[in-house]
């Protein structure tokens, strides 16, 4: 028995000195990239600086807990249930790198209590799978899903990397002309430098001002739909802040100030997915 509590003890503590120590760097490198610059005195306006800092320090190494408690939550029998005999567009999610359909164990039921019943977590290859790999995986994913609703919609949301697969799918005319909406969370739409720091093919495709970004994800869609490019000021794991600005046709607005996988968890950035999506099809 003791043998047993050891080693979940050992575990506990190699999770949270891996919460700490990612949250800590990224929030490190995120203040190195924004001193003296116009972000940081925008980020003054929202409150002190170091304050915001260190709350949004504390935030990140508890998301960061929850990502490696949930990874496996999509295997549980009761996680995100498919209703392909529903009504209205089918909302199509698509998580981030070195993440799982699980991403959306928080904001599955908030959007299912928006209206959006039915809905598909894509999963996908992102680990060591190269890039045209893992967007033929999604694509793949989303005509199956497309296939299986006839005469429906869809609704796209991708979180981080999602968000460059949902601009991958939009390139597809049969995709695309099915589409209703797309957000994109935390997206890093023009790559980002903290991927010198990742591992797998798909870190060297999404490096900052990438050129393969373009190859892989035009950022045209092939018919024109209308699109939300959410982020947040405190994004920590996408460097340099312009990264996360869209290409030309996307809506822009800004979260509160909380970090990038917080974006998958809090509430505010829900509704502003929701309403955007409610006022599209509403239109």
Not at 23 to 35: D, G, N, P, R
Not at 188 to 209: E, K, M, Q, Y
């Amino acid at each position: 028995m003791w043998t047993l509590l050891t080693i979940l003890a050992i575990l506990a503590a190699l999770l949270i000195a891996e919460a700490l120590f990612v949250s800590t760097v990224t929030h490190a490198l995120l203040w190195y990239e924004i001193s003296g610059t116009e972000h940081a005195r925008k980020l003054r306006s929202r409150g002190c600086l170091p304050l915001l800092f260190a709350t949004g320090l504390l935030r990140a190494m508890g998301t960061q807990f929850l990502v490696v408690l949930t990874y496996h939550a999509h295997r549980l029998p009761w996680f995100g249930r498919e209703r392909p005999d529903a009504r209205g567009p089918v909302l199509i999610c698509i998580h981030g790198l070195y993440h799982s359909p699980s991403a959306w164990v928080f904001h599955g039921p908030r959007f299912e209590r928006a209206g959006f019943t039915d809905q598909v977590r894509i999963g996908y290859r992102c680990w060591f799978a190269p890039m045209n790999k893992a967007v033929e995986e999604v694509k793949r994913k989303v005509r199956r899903a497309l296939d299986e609703r006839p005469g429906r919609d869809a609704l796209l949301v991708g979180h981080s990397l999602g968000g460059l697969m949902v601009r991958a799918c939009l390139a597809e005319p049969d995709i695309a002309q099915r589409t209703r909406a797309a957000v994109s969370l935390g997206t890093p739409h023009r790559g980002s430098r903290l991927t010198a720091f990742g591992w797998g093919p798909i870190t060297d495709t999404i490096r900052l001002d990438s050129p393969e970004i373009e190859r892989f994800c035009p950022s045209r869609p092939a018919v024109k739909v209308p699109r939300l490019a959410l982020a947040t000021p405190m994004d920590n794991f996408v460097l340099p802040p312009r990264a996360l600005l869209p290409p030309e046709g996307w809506e822009w607005a800004e979260t509160g100030p909380i970090n990038h996988i917080a974006m998958l968890h809090d509430r505010r950035t829900v509704e502003m997915v929701t309403d955007f999506l409610r006022r599209t099809i509403s239109r």
